[in-house]
């Protein structure tokens, strides 16, 4: 690192320690992990060069609302509803366990896309309710209501997949 | 209000740890820099290297050429009637013949014999032919 004043020192820590979030998240938007990681970069480049963070009250929010934007402004260039790319890993499954990984990918994957924000943002991101309904526009309630529906979607979709494995 | 249904599946989601993102780009430009650089070191000296094998072939090519031109200079069988006189030929042939006068004589006496181009005649062969009355 170049500059190694006390803002990239603290811009660094934030990387290190919402970076996978983040990434999970920009990964949600646009479905591809290369662009994700691009987006993710952007946005910590762009904070380094201007270093203005200090002035952000909420920097986790701030954080996922810059990396949405980014993410955002990224799909409209490229095709907005480009499919996921479930190919890859986002996860480090517990326990190696590869195929649970993959089957929470594909439950993701069937989500509307803004349940998926909700979710992403919720569990991997530990964002309140609140800091994600300032993040996404809508009032705590609709987002609370969203990610519910999205948690018994995710839980139906993962377990019936499970007890079809199971079955068969 | 979430269900302990929810609350467990929740906690089950969350021992699903997201990817860790590749480092950012600044930290990593020195070390691509450094990388960068080997590659370029080594082409350099294979280039440094070739260049002087070039050089050292290419003199070598045009060397032997030189000696084999002093080495005949030095024969005098090999001096030709069309060869200039060089001061090089001239030492090569005072070299071999016994003395200053001889080798002068060589040189004087030697047939000189200039193609001339066809249907022309020299003067001296005109003249030889024609019979003067003095």
Same mark, same amino acid.
């Given at each position: 690192?170049?500059?190694?004043?006390?803002?990239?020192? !603290?811009?660094?820590?934030l990387?290190?320690?919402?970076?996978?979030?983040?990434?999970?998240f920009?990964?949600?938007?646009?479905?591809e992990?290369?662009?994700?990681?691009?987006?993710?970069?952007?946005?910590?480049?762009?904070?380094?060069?201007?270093?203005?963070?200090?002035?952000?009250?909420?920097?986790?929010a701030? $954080?996922?609302?810059?990396?949405?934007?980014?993410?955002?402004n990224?799909?409209?260039?490229?095709?907005r509803?480009?499919?996921?790319?479930?190919?890859?890993?986002?996860?480090?499954?517990?326990?190696r366990?590869?195929?649970?990984?993959?089957?929470?990918?594909?439950? $993701?994957?069937?989500?509307?896309?803004?349940?998926?924000?909700?979710?992403?943002?919720?569990?991997?991101? !530990?964002?309140?309710?609140?800091?994600?309904?300032?993040?996404?526009?809508?009032?705590?309630?609709?987002?609370?209501?969203?990610?519910?529906?999205?948690?018994?979607?995710?839980?139906?979709?993962?377990?019936?997949?499970?007890?079809?494995c199971?079955n068969? | 209000?979430?269900?302990?249904?929810?609350?467990?599946?929740?906690?089950?989601?969350k021992?699903?740890?997201?990817?860790?993102?590749?480092?950012?780009?600044?930290?990593?430009?020195?070390?691509?820099?450094?990388?960068r650089?080997?590659?370029?070191?080594?082409a350099?000296?294979?280039?440094?290297?070739?260049?002087?094998?070039?050089?050292?072939?290419?003199?070598?090519?045009?060397?032997?050429?030189?000696?084999?031109?002093?080495?005949n200079a030095?024969?005098?069988?090999?001096?030709?009637?069309?060869?200039?006189?060089?001061?090089?030929?001239?030492?090569?042939?005072m070299?071999?013949?016994?003395?200053?006068?001889?080798?002068?004589?060589?040189?004087?006496? %030697?047939?000189?014999?200039v193609?001339?181009?066809?249907?022309? %005649?020299?003067?001296?062969?005109?003249? %030889?032919?024609?019979?003067?009355?003095?």
């Amino acid at each position: 690192m170049h500059r190694t004043d006390g803002n990239t020192a !603290e811009i660094e820590f934030l990387y290190r320690q919402h970076g996978p979030a983040l990434l999970l998240f920009a990964h949600a938007i646009t479905g591809e992990r290369g662009r994700a990681q691009d987006a993710v970069h952007q946005v910590f480049l762009k904070l380094i060069e201007k270093g203005s963070l200090r002035q952000v009250a909420d920097k986790k929010a701030y $954080l996922f609302a810059c990396t949405r934007n980014a993410a955002l402004n990224d799909s409209k260039l490229r095709d907005r509803n480009a499919p996921l790319d479930t190919d890859s890993a986002w996860f480090i499954p517990p326990d190696r366990d590869y195929a649970g990984e993959q089957n929470l990918r594909r439950a $993701l994957e069937a989500l509307p896309h803004d349940q998926r924000q909700v979710i992403v943002l919720h569990i991997w991101g !530990e964002l309140t309710f609140s800091q994600i309904s300032d993040l996404v526009g809508l009032s705590s309630n609709t987002v609370a209501s969203r990610y519910r529906y999205a948690l018994a979607k995710l839980r139906d979709s993962m377990f019936a997949k499970e007890n079809s494995c199971a079955n068969s | 209000m979430p269900t302990p249904d929810d609350e467990r599946f929740e906690a089950y989601l969350k021992q699903f740890r997201p990817l860790v993102p590749e480092p950012l780009p600044m930290v990593e430009r020195s070390h691509r820099a450094r990388r960068r650089f080997a590659p370029g070191a080594w082409a350099a000296a294979a280039v440094a290297v070739l260049v002087l094998v070039a050089l050292t072939l290419h003199i070598r090519t045009n060397r032997a050429p030189v000696t084999e031109t002093i080495g005949n200079a030095g024969n005098p069988e090999h001096l030709q009637d069309s060869q200039p006189l060089t001061m090089r030929s001239a030492n090569a042939l005072m070299a071999k013949t016994p003395s200053f006068k001889a080798m002068v004589d060589d040189m004087a006496f %030697r047939s000189q014999t200039v193609p001339l181009p066809k249907g022309k %005649r020299s003067a001296v062969a005109v003249l %030889r032919k024609e019979k003067i009355k003095l």
